[in-house]
Every structure is written in C-alpha cells, then in structure tokens.
C-alpha cells in the first residue's frame, strides 16, 4: 500500500532540535507541504545543528535560539501549535555512558518539559517523538517490533525508553495527542559527519571521500538495517497526520538484514575510494554493543501505511552526492 502525504496548508508546527539531522530534514518536507514552521534549538556544541542545514528555506521558517530545558520559553513558543515534533536530545550511546547526568537533564527533564509545555499551552496539538533502538538492546529475535522485550544497555537507551513512557502516560492520563517511533540506524543528507559518534554510515561517506580507512571494530558480522532519512521523515509525518498514531509506539526498520562490514564495502565501492580496515574494539564500546539489530515496519504499514521507499544503494547514492557537494559545510 503506497502512502501519500496530506497538504499541510494553514497549520503551524514547531520542531525542536530543528537545526539538527532529523530536525533540518523534516523542515524541509514541511515546509513543501505548506505549514508555518518554527525551529527551535539552543545549538549547543558538539551536537549536530548546523544552520548549512536550513539555508534553502531559511527566509520560510522561524528561528528560536532557545533550550528545551527553559520551560517559560518553551511554553511561550509551543503555544496553540498544531504539531510538536521533539527532536531536540542530547545524542550517543556513548556519551551516555559518560556524561549520564547531561542525558537524563536534556533527554528526560527536556521531554518531560515539552509535554508540559503542551499540556499547559497546546493541548490539542499532535506530540511526536522519535526513539531509538537503542531502547531494545540485545535482540532475542529478527526483526524486532514492538512487543520485544527494551533492555537497554546504555543510559541513552534506557532514557529513551522513559521518554517512549512519558508519552503514552501523558496521552493517558491528559489527553495529550502522542506517538513514539523507534528509529533503526538512520543515515542521509544534512548529518554532521564531523565524528563517527553521529552516524557510521554518513562517518564511512566522508572517509572514503577523503581516500581514509573506513575502521570496522571486530568483524563487522553483525546485522544491521539502514533506514534513510526521508523516508524516517515521512513516517514522523504521517504519525502527525493520522489520528491512528495518537497513543501508541511503532518500530521503525526496513527489514533488509545486512552485515555492517557490507555497508562500508558498499559505500567504498560507490564512492570509488577508500578501504575497509578491522581493529580490535574499544572496550566501553565493546561493553554497550548490542549485536544483531533489524527492525520491523509491520505496525507501521499497518496502522499508518508507511513503508520504506529507498533502497539501501539507492539511499547511498544520494548522500554520496550530496556530501560530495557540500562535505566542507559538514565537517
């Protein structure tokens, strides 16, 4: 079943974290399709915002420097919005582990502010929220929906997971419009590829663009699914649009299984350059590995009619050039 995407003329949408990977990605798509939208985002470094990310349409949207932690602001700015999409996180598995603190203060107390701030200000407005699977940790079986069981291995994961929670009790207890979408590995236009810590695939894309090793830990076997931002986009969209969404979690994955080791020969392959090298891993990396990990998209083309519509080599292709445009704003 092919979905399609409903105008969106006369609504007003406010996107936290919006100078961000996702948050810049879903501007765009928004934006085409006719709503007023606010970007909201405190640009904290080293996170992922980069204005380079909006300059196409920076004279169509409304900027906000501001931190989804300064609740009075927030408040102000959600107010009578018809949807909030919550994109603003403190992101990596890792640096969960070592700043846990900053992770639950932005992660948790930031979610919890915007739902708030939505119950206070904006209590009709669809809330939609992108998880992780990080929340999963080991799969117990492939691929993972959204009855298996979220035993997260980092503090990330378990965050994210809270966060999925605070969702479906606000829409419980208060009526709130919410949904939750587990995003599997995500990759395409418009992601900072500044340090491997963002994103493998895009890290991969600039190393072999740069002729440099692309570094594997162990032996890359793991299986792995790839979801291309578009496509991520459209679905956080649809969740928006339907009222189908509003109350419950979906699991967003392509159901491709694929080895890691064969996304970067991928990668090196269309790009041209570059070289696939192995390295023992780094033990706290080691420690929150999670395996295996491919993603179900059953529920969500069920409920909401998405499916994946870019191929793994047809999703490379794109941010291949994309980035060989525009690497020097990325970096």
Known sequence: MAYSL?????????????????????????????????????????????????????????????????????????????????????????????????????????????????????????????????????????????????????????????????????????GLKTSSIRITNPYGPRQSVKTAGRGAVTWFIRCALENKPLTIWGDGKQLRDYAYVEDIVDALILAAQKKQSEGELFQLGTEQRMQFVEMAKTIVRLVGKGEVTFHPWPELNKSIEIGDFVGSYQKLKKVLGWEPKTSFEEGIKKTIEFYKQRLPEYI
């Open 6 to 174: 409903e105008s969106m003329e006369g609504t007003t949408s406010i996107i936290t974290g919006g100078l961000g990977f996702f948050g810049s990605n879903l501007a765009h798509k928004l934006v085409a399709l006719g709503s007023n939208v606010e970007i909201f985002d405190v640009c904290l470094e080293p996170f992922g915002w980069n204005f380079n990310n909006i300059k196409e349409i920076k004279d169509k949207v409304k900027y906000v420097n501001a931190d989804i932690r300064d609740f009075e602001t927030l408040k102000k700015e959600v107010a009578g919005k018809d949807f909030v999409f919550h994109l603003a996180a403190h992101p990596g598995h890792a640096a969960s582990i070592t700043n846990p603190h900053l992770d639950i203060d932005v992660n948790c107390d930031g979610t919890i502010n915007v739902l708030e701030a939505c119950r206070i200000a904006a209590d009709n407005a669809k809330v939609i929220f992108p998880s992780s699977r990080g929340v999963t940790g080991k799969s117990m079986y492939l691929p993972v929906d959204e009855n298996h069981p979220a035993n997260p291995l980092d503090i990330y994961g378990a965050n994210k997971l809270a966060c999925e929670k605070y969702m479906q009790i606000y829409h419980y207890i208060h």
